[in-house]
């Protein structure tokens, strides 16, 4: 995975972000819609929201996956949720992965967010498997929650729970059992 590289995405990734969109195994996992035009995403890019953050995947400088964090405000500041897509050609290569864990990380160790969660199909089981390997759980089912090409799908409601960052300088005991190297679910 040495050839990939993750960024902040760009305006000038708003063409290639929308052939990603585009594609059917992307829209069957996603909520995109057949034949979304560029605008929809170039407005997307153009928002600047400070609670938004939105990386893409290039491997040999082809962009290969998006993903984006999106923090919640007021009383929910302490949560966001996660979306996540990868081309229909490079699935099965880390991408997903490495964009993931690169979102968690900005979650985690940047924003020190203690809830996220994200919807998912109920037979999507390749993300399902991906986000349960990074600590994410089931906790409801929304049914009929999403029209995909005519039928009518159920999504898992998935979240995964952190402690509050580590206080630099306080006993461990003020700040519960666990030290920060035990909060990491394994990658
Ligand atoms: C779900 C998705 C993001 C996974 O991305 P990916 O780059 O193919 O996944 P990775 O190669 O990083 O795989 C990481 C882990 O996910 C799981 N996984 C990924 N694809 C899988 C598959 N087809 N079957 C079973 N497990 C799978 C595995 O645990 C895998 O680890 P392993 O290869 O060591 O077994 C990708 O399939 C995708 O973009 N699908 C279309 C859009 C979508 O569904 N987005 C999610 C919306 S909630």
């Known amino acids: 995975?040495?050839?990939?590289?993750?960024?902040?995405?760009?305006?000038?990734?708003?063409?290639?972000?929308?052939?990603?969109?585009?594609?059917?195994?992307?829209?069957?996992?996603?909520l995109r819609m057949p034949y979304q035009g560029v605008e929809w995403v170039k407005r997307r890019l153009e928002a600047f929201d400070p609670n938004r953050h939105f990386l893409v995947a290039l491997k040999d400088n082809v962009l290969v996956g998006q993903g984006g964090l999106f923090r919640r405000q007021?009383?929910?500041?302490?949560?966001?949720f996660v979306i996540?897509?990868?081309?229909?050609?490079?699935?099965?290569?880390?991408?997903?992965?490495?964009?993931?864990k690169a979102l968690l990380d900005i979650a985690d160790n940047w924003l020190g967010l203690i809830r996220l969660d994200l919807t998912v199909n109920v037979d999507n089981d390749a993300a399902i498997k991906l986000y349960k390997r990074h600590g994410f759980e089931e906790e409801g089912r929304q049914r009929a929650a999403t029209l995909r090409d005519g039928e009518l799908v159920d999504a898992f409601m998935?979240?995964?729970?952190?402690?509050?960052?580590?206080?630099?300088g306080l006993n461990s005991e003020s700040q519960g059992k666990s030290a920060p190297g035990d909060r990491r679910p394994a990658a």
């Not at 993750?6 to 069957?28: T, Y």
């Not at 490079?90 to 991408?95: E, F």
Request: proline share 5%; glycine share 10%.
């Open 1 to 30: 995975m040495n050839d990939l590289m993750i960024r902040a995405a760009r305006l000038e990734d708003a063409d290639d972000l929308n052939e990603l969109a585009n594609l059917p195994a992307f829209r069957h996992g996603t």
């Open 74 to 80: 007021g009383r929910e500041s302490h949560s966001g």
């Open 84 to 100: 996540l897509g990868v081309h229909d050609d490079y699935h099965r290569q880390g991408i997903g992965n490495a964009l993931l």
């Open 158 to 168: 998935m979240a995964r729970l952190r402690q509050p960052p580590f206080v630099v």
